[in-house]
């Protein structure tokens, strides 16, 4: 179970999402949060592209904006020049204590982590909802070092929101999509789209509905 303080965050960050955030927003968030908890470190989650051979340009991170620019297109594979490609290849948690006198790592990445400050990281896959990984949140620390418990308290924190976040943007894009092709096949502009769970309540609605139902004569 997550300390106190983790779950109020959590809910504050839920709450960002379900007003509607787009997935950057949210996963800017996210990474704005952990160094807030925890001002000796920082926090980006690296998302993969569709066939995972490299992490996608977007990247979602407050902390160290420049760090992130360098991870752009790193590829994701069992070559290892970092814990994060390593953490999305392996599904396993990975930790790097010294990545300045890490042999395993490639020059271009020491030198990148040296510039921004990161001495040390551990990095965790993100996982979909089929259980396969998607991206890596990646904790980055100040020193070199093992991650201490609330540390790793952080990582769980940050692993369960970004999976979260990834999968409702992962349904709102599948959502689209349906609404594109039935508005093909009906041959109208809009839908209005309803969610119901097991026991017959609206659980949400699509901004087509939304809209109509507050235009005048609505029902």
Known sequence: MLPA??????NRLLELIARGSS?????????TTVPRLNPRVGAIVLLADSQRPRFSPRVAPD?????????KGAPISELAIGACG???????????SDIANDPTWSREWRELCAAHGVRACHSAPVLGSDGKPVGSFMLCL??????????????????????????????SQALRESEKRLR????????????????????????????????????
Request: charged content about 25%.
């Open 5 to 10: 303080r983790l779950l109020v965050e959590q």
């Open 63 to 71: 902390m160290l904006p420049s760090f992130g620019q360098g991870l």
């Open 23 to 31: 997935l950057d927003e949210s996963l800017s968030s996210l990474c």
């Open 86 to 96: 390593k953490a999305l290849y392996s599904g396993e948690q990975v930790t790097c």
């Open 142 to 171: 100040d020193e070199p070092r093992e991650l201490n418990g609330w540390e790793r308290r952080l990582v769980d924190f940050g692993i369960h929101v970004a999976e979260i976040v990834i999968e409702r943007d992962r349904v």
């Open 184 to 219: 093909g096949a009906l041959g109208i502009e809009t839908v209005g789209v309803l969610f119901f769970d097991t026991g017959g309540r609206i659980t949400d609605a699509n901004d087509a509905f939304t809209h109509e139902r507050l235009q005048p004569g609505g029902s």
